[in-house]
């Protein structure tokens, strides 16, 4: 298989959007806020040389539907489990970038028999600290405000800027991810999904969900945490505080890479995470979990 063109799949009556290339194990990538599987096509065909690759668009994001309804991070971890029994892939690698780390995360922890390695990128779930934009959306009222902030002729405007820019052949990655992002804010039911989503995880304080008093969990899977150096979004610290509380785990700091490495830094990234692949054994379950938590003493 070697297509990355967008599928669907109906689950519990809503469209699920996903793109898949490649045989062999899976890899599973979860894709960030506001974002799409359109964010790992720089990364499919590499990967899909060797792995089974599929990169969905979490309901509320991309082409998938946007419902009213749950959009915890429970929750999609229970939507990637319903589309992976689906397409008849037991088990994967899960790959989550920023919001998608958080996912995977709970993969992780909810379905562990699924789960055989872990890839976090930049990955939400891991601190408090978050960009203050992101914090100010979560603020009453901020509803009223995003038709303004995102305009419906802003996204018309910036393609055909961003169209010129390729011409004199300007590339800005990471630009080209926040644009996407932001662009896909001016729709109506995007912002709506968008919103739930955000409160979800984080609140005027910042992140509201953690992992931090869970990590030790993950010493029973292969795990690689990679991250930009620049990153304006979520600290690079909170990559130094998983690495110290996830044992036998990998770290991979990208300099001069921000938010979105695996677009900044393709070939980099490809090397990190292919060597991963090569150099772990996966796992399937997780282990004996009565005696890991009546025996594990916090730091």
Same mark, same amino acid.
């Given at each position: 298989? %070697? ?32 974002? #799409? ?43 990637? %489990? ?7 892939? &037991?088990?994967?690698?899960?790959v989550g970038q920023s919001l998608g780390g958080g996912v995977a995360l709970q993969l992780a922890y909810q379905h562990p028999e699924i789960v055989e390695r872990l890839v976090l ?13 992101? =914090? ?35 590339? +800005? ?6 644009? =996407?992002?932001? #662009? ?14 955000? =409160? ?13 008093? %869970? ?33 036998? #785990? ?13 677009? $900044? +830094? ?8 292919? &060597?991963?692949?090569? $150099?772990? $054994?996966?796992? #399937? ?15």
């Amino acid at each position: 298989m %070697r297509t990355t063109d967008l599928r669907h799949i109906e689950l519990h009556g809503h469209t699920v959007s996903y793109r898949v290339t490649g045989s062999g194990p899976a890899v599973l990538l979860i894709h960030g806020m506001a974002g #799409s599987s359109r964010t790992w096509r720089s990364v499919m065909p590499t990967l899909g040389e060797r792995h089974l690759v599929v990169a969905p668009d979490l309901l509320g994001h991309g082409e998938s539907a946007k419902p009213l309804g749950d959009y915890s991070l429970g929750a999609f971890a229970s939507g990637l %489990r319903d589309l992976l029994v689906a397409l008849d892939i &037991d088990r994967v690698t899960a790959v989550g970038q920023s919001l998608g780390g958080g996912v995977a995360l709970q993969l992780a922890y909810q379905h562990p028999e699924i789960v055989e390695r872990l890839v976090l990128v930049d990955s939400g779930g891991l601190g408090r600290d978050v960009s203050w934009m992101l =914090r100010a959306l979560t603020l009453p009222g901020a509803e009223a405000l995003m038709p303004v902030v995102f305009p419906a002729r802003a996204r018309l405007i910036g393609e055909a800027v961003g169209r010129w820019f390729h011409r004199l052949g300007v590339r +800005a990655p990471h630009i080209d991810e926040m644009w =996407r992002a932001y #662009s896909s804010l001016t729709a109506v039911e995007n912002r709506h999904a968008f919103l739930r989503t955000l =409160r979800a995880v984080v609140d005027p304080g910042g992140q509201s969900v953690s992992a931090a008093d %869970r990590l030790y969990l993950a010493a029973a899977v292969p795990t690689l945490i990679v991250w930009g150096g620049n990153d304006p979004i979520i600290p690079v610290e909170h990559a130094y505080t998983a690495h110290a509380a996830i044992p036998g #785990s990998r770290l991979e700091i990208i300099e001069g890479a921000g938010h979105f490495p695996h677009v $900044e +830094a393709t070939d980099r990234f490809l090397a990190v995470l292919g &060597d991963f692949l090569d $150099e772990t $054994e996966p796992v #399937s379950g997780s282990g004996n979990l009565r005696d890991v938590l009546l025996h594990h003493r916090p730091a």
